[in-house]
């Protein structure tokens, strides 16, 4: 009995340079470099608000400090209230982030795929994209009612017109020669979206997920400012109406941290979708 023997491809390590590894532990150096003046800079910024509080150049009344900031934290996290505010912000911020972002993706690719609707739907995206958002609370309020679906509908208002606009943009300055290479090789409209426009569309794509990443934050939290019983806005809008501006200082610095992860995640999603593109 011959046994069958498998023989792997051996997979070959790609040669490099001695001036390419020099130029990579250069981005490297830099990178580091970067990194660390921006904590210092942070700290800097911490530090310093810590000691002008503690020799009473600010009012901590009025501006807060650090310390307070740690203690009022840990008064939530002791008090069992820290995560579930946090939960709920964050869900709020994640599923209106998803609806608007997925959401305004197809509905530019409809307009790119009939002019006819496109032409007849532009006039309206314009002014629904100048009219100021806080003043449909009201309306969002009797029409959905009290509660997650009005903070929900006013994230996604605010960011699903810029998310329109800019994929549909995306699309529009597609390469009108490749387009028609594909067209004379003999393909649909259907096979043009999938193979060239959204693949082009790409880097287009990745911008307007940072961009929502900023404005599903500011439109969480301007829903949790006109109705809400939980959640960060409400712990900001509570704290300013008691005077506890400890509390509001804190919600903030939560506030921030959590669009900051919510940054870095798409900026890896970024970094893994060029990283699979340059193998391609």
């Not at 800079?41 to 020799?55: G, K, S």
């Not at 869900?91 to 972002?101: M, Q, R, V």
């Not at 669009?259 to 798409?266: I, S, T």
């Not at 893994?272 to 593109?277: C, G, L, S, W, Y």
Request: proline share 2%.
């Amino acid at each position: 009995m011959k046994k069958n023997i498998d023989i792997k491809p051996v997979k070959e390590k790609p040669i490099r340079s001695k001036e390419y590894a020099t130029y990579l532990k250069k981005v490297k150096r830099k990178k580091v470099v970067i990194i660390t003046i921006q904590l210092a800079i942070l700290i800097a910024i911490f530090a310093i608000w810590e000691i002008f509080a503690i020799t009473n150049v600010i009012d901590t009344f009025i501006m807060s400090s650090p310390s307070k900031i740690l203690s009022q934290i840990a008064i939530l996290f002791n008090n069992g209230t820290l995560f579930y505010h946090i939960g709920v912000t964050l869900y709020e911020a994640i599923i209106g982030f998803l609806i608007a972002t997925l959401g305004g993706t197809l509905i530019a690719i409809i307009l790119w795929w009939n002019e006819t609707i496109r032409k007849i739907l532009d006039p309206y995206i314009v002014v629904l994209n100048s009219l100021p958002k806080i003043a449909l609370g009201p309306i969002l309020i009797i029409w959905i009612g009290a509660g997650t679906g009005a903070i929900v509908a006013m994230d996604v208002l605010i960011m699903i017109v810029i998310t329109i606009l800019s994929m549909l943009n995306a699309f529009n300055s597609c390469d009108e020669n490749k387009i028609l290479l594909l067209k004379s090789m003999g393909a649909n409209k259907f096979q043009i979206l999938f193979k060239l426009i959204l693949p082009n569309s790409l880097v287009e794509f990745i911008s307007v997920l940072k961009i929502n990443v900023g404005l599903t934050w500011v439109g969480t939290i301007m829903g949790e400012y006109l109705v809400s019983r939980a959640g960060l806005g409400y712990l900001i809008v509570y704290g300013g109406q008691v005077f506890k501006l400890d509390l509001v200082m804190a919600s903030t610095v939560i506030l921030c941290i959590l669009a900051a992860l919510m940054y870095f995640l798409v900026v890896l999603i970024e970094k893994i979708v060029k990283k699979k593109r340059n193998i391609h």
